[in-house]
Structures are given as C-alpha cells and as structure tokens.
C-alpha cells in the first residue's frame, strides 16, 4: 500500500471490496518491515517482505485476470497507486512465468554463477531424492517451493539416519 496518496480522485467503484484485504496485506507488510533482524543475514530478513509483495500482487492479477471481478478502471488505478507490482504481472501474463515469485528469481546478475533461483526450475524436472543440498539452496528452496519443504525435510532426515547406521 503507498505510504502517500498519489491521486486525489476517489478511487473507482469495487475498491470498497478489496480495501480491507489489501490493508491486512499492508499491516502484515509493516509488521516484517519492523520485525527485528538480528542473527539474520541481509536477505533472509527481506524473504518475508517479498512473500508479501507477490501476495498482494498476485491477488490483484487473480481478481483481474483469473476471477474476472474487478473492472480495467480499478485495476488500473491498483497498478497507478502502487498496490500492485505492474513488472511482476506483466512477467506471470508470459508463459513459463506463470508461478514467478519474484523479479530478483530471473535476474543472473544477484547469483555467483549466473544462474536463475531455484524455483525457476520445473517441479517435474527436479529430484528431490538425490538432491544435495548446502545451506543456501536449501534457504532459497523452502522460500520458493515451501510445498516441497516437508519432502526435503523427510528425505534430508533419512539421508541422515543411514549415514549414522553405515
């Protein structure tokens, strides 16, 4: 949610709808920007300010797009006050950057080797069984596929009690 109101129009019909998920959105948004960060690293303590930008964002491109619920007007008016990302939408509307989580996953220059994040990666193409993880990558995965946090986990602790059995 802006901090300032851009535009002094009223907003357009149907914002009465969607005003109060949006203000949960943005009070959840306050709360990670002043959660205390100490004994993270940098990034770890953006992960939840980003979880929420692509929820609120991704609820505006579902009410538009998906639901058909809103009109052009209000969704426009959305993107102008900056309730919603328009660079992340324009990317989910392309294919195969349908369940982008965020604009920092396609961008090589943040990344040591050049590579995409891992959640760029299809769900049928990776081997949860003989990957092998290091501390960040498993970071980046629970972030970006946390429907795969629980097989990771299980598959990590079996891994663990065959070492300790051999």
């Known amino acids: 949610m802006p901090k300032v109101k851009r535009s002094r129009k009223p907003p357009p019909d149907g914002w009465e709808l969607i005003e109060p998920t949006l203000d949960e959105l943005d009070q959840k948004m306050r709360e990670a920007e002043t959660e205390p960060h100490e004994g993270k690293r940098k990034v770890e303590s953006l992960w939840p300010i980003f ?87 498993n970071t980046f995965l629970f972030r970006c596929m946390p429907d795969l946090q629980q097989e990771v986990l299980l598959q990590m602790s079996l891994s663990s009690k065959s070492n300790i059995m051999k």
Request: glycine share 4%; net charge positive; proline share 1%.
């Open 51 to 137: 979880r929420l930008h692509h929820q609120r964002s991704r609820y505006i491109f579902d009410l538009f797009y998906k639901r058909k619920a809103i009109s052009r007007e209000l969704y426009d008016y959305c993107i102008k006050e900056g309730y919603a990302d328009k660079n992340l939408i324009a990317k989910w509307k392309k294919q195969g950057y349908e369940n982008l989580c965020c604009l920092r996953c396609i961008q090589t220059r943040d990344t040591n080797f050049g590579t995409n994040c891992i959640c760029r990666v299809p769900k049928s193409k990776l081997e949860v069984v003989s990957l092998v993880f290091t501390l960040w990558e």
